[in-house]
Nanobody, 127 residues
Framework: QVQLVESGGGLVQAGGSLRLSCTASTRTSSVYAMGWFRQAPGKERDFVAAMTWSGGSVFYAASVKGRFTISRDITNNTVYLQMNSLKPEDTAVYYC????????????????????WGQGTQVTVSS
């Protein structure tokens, strides 16, 4: 298990920006990929963005592509989600997650392969 702590959520107006951070408090040498997911009230948890810890592969949900950017700082064991041009429909609790399963046949967007989760951070976008 990887312990994850998120920060950076908040309230922002439509068109604004936020940056989420997720720091792993344990060793990340066994981490294959890190992902961001979100869950709006009454809805299922959905994939937002993910990247392999090596940085070789990055993938975005269609709804955020071109607006959100995932990145990582290996030195500080931190992954970021830069969110620009935010829309009210981006309002959700955002979770970061770590995947240890390195089978490349399975997409890094596959939620069920992520076994370590952060506590979540609320992002609210007002219109």
């Amino acid at each position: 298990q990887v312990q994850l702590v998120e920060s950076g959520g908040g309230l922002v107006q439509a068109g604004g920006s936020l940056r989420l951070s997720c720091t792993a408090s344990t060793r990340t040498s066994s981490v294959y990929a890190m992902g961001w997911f979100r869950q709006a009230p009454g809805k299922e948890r959905d994939f937002v963005a993910a990247m392999t810890w090596s940085g070789g592969s990055v993938f975005y949900a269609a709804s955020v592509k071109g607006r959100f950017t995932i990145s990582r700082d290996i030195t500080n064991n931190t992954v970021y989600l830069q969110m620009n041009s935010l829309k009210p429909e981006d309002t959700a609790v955002y979770y970061c997650a770590a995947r240890l399963d390195s089978r490349t046949a399975y997409s890094i967007a596959a939620l069920y392969l992520y076994r370590s989760w952060g506590q979540g951070t609320q992002v609210t976008v007002s219109s």
